[in-house]
Structures are given as C-alpha cells and as structure tokens.
T-cell receptor, first 115, second 111 residues
Framework: GAVVSQHPSRVICKSGTSVKIECRSLDFQATTMFWYRQFPKQSLMLMATSNEGSKATYEQGVEKDKFLINHASLTLSTLTVTSAHPEDSSFYIC???????????FGDGTRLSIL | GQQLNQSPQSMFIQEGEDVSMNCTSSSIFNTWLWYKQDPGEGPVLLIALYKAGELTSNGRLTAQFGITRKDSFLNISASIPSDVGIYFCAGLISNTGKLIFGQGTTLQVKP
C-alpha cells in the first residue's frame, strides 16, 4: 500500500518552455502533498505544501508564480515550472500523506533538464 | 530553524558487516522516520518511530527513537550489496506534516 506515482520521470526541453509534473496517490487519499527539489549529493529541499482544495503554501525563497501548484483532488497534485530556464534543472520529487501523523510516501521523482 | 545532524556522511563497508548511523536534533520531534533513496529514485520509507524509547525492526534494519526525542539511530545487520544507497533520517513537524531531513548517509557495500 501507500503507492505514489510521479510522471513524467524525465523531461528534457528548451529554455522558456513550461513543464507540468503530476503526482498521484494510487491507493490512498492524500490530504496533503509536498513538492521537493533535490540537487546532486544533497538532501531534499521542501518547496511547497499542497492541501486539497486550497492554495499551496510555499517555503521561503520559492517563487509561487514560477512554480505553480494545483491540488484539485485527494489523489492528484501538479507542479508546473513556468518558463523554465537552465537553472531550474533539478530532480523534483513529490510526496503524499493521508492525514494526522501518517508518514509521507514519495514518488520516484522527475529529472528536469532545461537546455 | 530546526536542523537534523546525520552522521556519518558516508560509509564504505564489506558485505556482511553491520552498519550504524544516527541523527540528532536540537529540537524535539514526536515522530522520526528513516528513508532510503536509490540513485534516480524517490526515498522509500524504511521505519517510522512514534514513541520515545521505541525500538522497531524491519527485517535486517533496526531503528530506535531516543528517549529525549532528540535523536534516533538506524542499524543494518549483515549488509548486502543491495543495501547501497543514501539513507535519510527525518523528523515530522506534527502541526504541518512537514519533514525536516538529515543530510543523508551514503552507504557503499563491497561484495
């Protein structure tokens, strides 16, 4: 149980393109989903917290207009990197949790490369 | 802000050896989690600890939640090549559900 699916697993695109990443909880309803960014050989950095039906809460220093998050249902959250540039290249990972003190379960990540 | 200090940063061991890594915090957490991340993948939950002093096992893995709620350790017994990866500890902030991650321990196992 507690499977989180993230799609696509890899994206390579030109500078200026907007890229959408999907995160789905397959076998449970996710009250909250989280979006992380991870640079090579570093830990996960939380970008934003997404609750179903409400606006995402962004961490300090994360541009909400650059990283658009939508959590339209209890099983789906999307992250759109708008007008992506090479410095946005990174490994983006989502996680989802049911409620209360349930642990977060992670997707397999999306490797984003902007040329 | 809250930080977790995880050590060691990396380990290179022989297959069959036991491994121990730990995490300390300046703040109290009510839930500690241990995850493993393979290259190019997301972290996978190994063990969740909910009670101070709790000792929990998952196969060859054993983790303990420190009595002060400011530390935790993870032991791996009789390591095998597939144990290779990065291990992260994480403390859960109860009211937000956010996780604070340690810096990770990179484990390499020599067959």
């Amino acid at each position: 149980g507690a499977v989180v699916s993230q799609h696509p697993s890899r994206v390579i695109c030109k500078s200026g393109t907007s890229v959408k990443i999907e995160c789905r909880s397959l076998d449970f309803q996710a009250t909250t989903m989280f979006w992380y960014r991870q640079f090579p050989k570093q830990s996960l950095m939380l970008m934003a917290t997404s609750n179903e039906g409400s606006k995402a809460t962004y961490e300090q220093g994360v541009e909400k207009d650059k990283f658009l998050i939508n959590h339209a249902s209890l099983t789906l959250s999307t992250l759109t990197v708008t007008s992506a540039h090479p410095e946005d290249s990174s490994f983006y990972i989502c996680s989802a949790r049911a409620d209360g003190n349930q642990p977060q379960h992670f997707g397999d990540g999306t490797r984003l490369s902007i040329l | 802000g809250q930080q977790l200090n995880q050590s060691p940063q990396s380990m290179f061991i022989q297959e069959g050896e036991d491994v121990s890594m730990n995490c300390t915090s300046s703040s109290i957490f009510n839930t500690w989690l241990w995850y493993k991340q393979d290259p190019g993948e997301g972290p996978v939950l190994l063990i969740a600890l909910y009670k101070a002093g709790e000792l929990t096992s998952n196969g060859r893995l054993t983790a303990q939640f420190g009595i002060t709620r400011k530390d935790s350790f993870l032991n791996i017994s009789a390591s095998i090549p597939s144990d290779v990866g990065i291990y992260f500890c994480a403390g859960l902030i109860s009211n937000t559900g956010k996780l604070i991650f340690g810096q990770g321990t990179t484990l390499q196992v020599k067959p």
